[in-house]
T-cell receptor, first 113, second 113 residues
Framework: DQQVKQNSPSLSVQEGRISILNCDYT??????FLWYKKYPAEGPTFLIS?????DKNEDGRFTVFLNKSAKHLSLHIVPSQPGDSAVYFC????????????FGRGTSLIVHP | EPEVTQTPSHQVTQMGQEVILRCVPI?????FYWYRQILGQKVEFLVS????????KSEIFDDQFSVERPDGSNFTLKIRSTKLEDSAMYFC???????????FGPGTRLTVL
């Protein structure tokens, strides 16, 4: 039961270019969404979030876009840097419920110098 | 910067043995969580803990699992009789409130032989 889907297991981008990581969800009750970044041998680190009342949230080089009608969100990294190479997890949850996020399987981003 | 710590980093055990995974959450956090990630799969919620009791648990968290906060700093996950399918990375996380960002530890890789 994949309520949060990240269909691309990996993505390769040139340094300086834009990285776009995609995520789809099926549960219409989800009303908050998060992106986590994970380096090898470390735990996931919170990166950015968005509430369903917004369609865009920006934090420096990172922007998350939410399309509720399509049940789709994306994370844009501009410009991409080699240090951004990591696994990115999309997660979603219900603020009126337990707040426990449901995670996707992750997308491995490689940024080439 | 405060962080969640986990020990050991890697635990190898025989099927049927008991294991205890240990976590030290961030000191002013009140909510504690365990997640697991089977290799190549998504991060899955196991259990949340607040005010010295389980506040929520998933279907994975059956009678073989238990959690405890034996003192003011440690938070443990016990698996009573390990199975091969328990092999995974186990992440501990903590947060100040139910709604705020969860901070993850580096994980314990459990290998059941």
């Amino acid at each position: 039961d994949q309520q949060v889907k990240q269909n691309s297991p990996s993505l390769s981008v040139q340094e300086g270019r834009i990285s776009i990581l995609n995520c789809d969800y099926t549960n219409s009750m989800f009303d908050y969404f998060l992106w986590y970044k994970k380096y090898p041998a470390e735990g996931p680190t919170f990166l950015i979030s968005i509430s369903s009342i917004k369609d865009k949230n920006e934090d420096g080089r990172f922007t998350v876009f939410l399309n509720k009608s399509a049940k789709h969100l994306s994370l844009h990294i501009v410009p991409s840097q080699p240090g951004d190479s990591a696994v990115y997890f999309c997660a979603a949850g219900q603020s009126g419920g337990s707040y426990i996020p449901t995670f996707g399987r992750g997308t491995s981003l490689i940024v080439h110098p | 910067e405060p962080e969640v710590t986990q020990t050991p980093s890697h635990q190898v055990t025989q099927m049927g043995q008991e294991v205890i995974l240990r976590c030290v959450p961030i000191s002013n956090h009140l909510y504690f969580y365990w997640y697991r990630q089977i290799l190549g799969q998504k991060v899955e919620f196991l259990v949340s803990f607040y005010n010295n009791e389980i506040s929520e648990k998933s279907e994975i968290f059956d009678d073989q699992f238990s959690v405890e906060r034996p003192d003011g700093s440690n938070f443990t996950l016990k698996i009573r009789s390990t199975k091969l399918e328990d092999s995974a990375m186990y992440f501990c996380a903590s947060s100040v409130t139910r709604q705020t960002e969860q901070f993850f530890g580096p994980g314990t890789r459990l290998t059941v032989l």
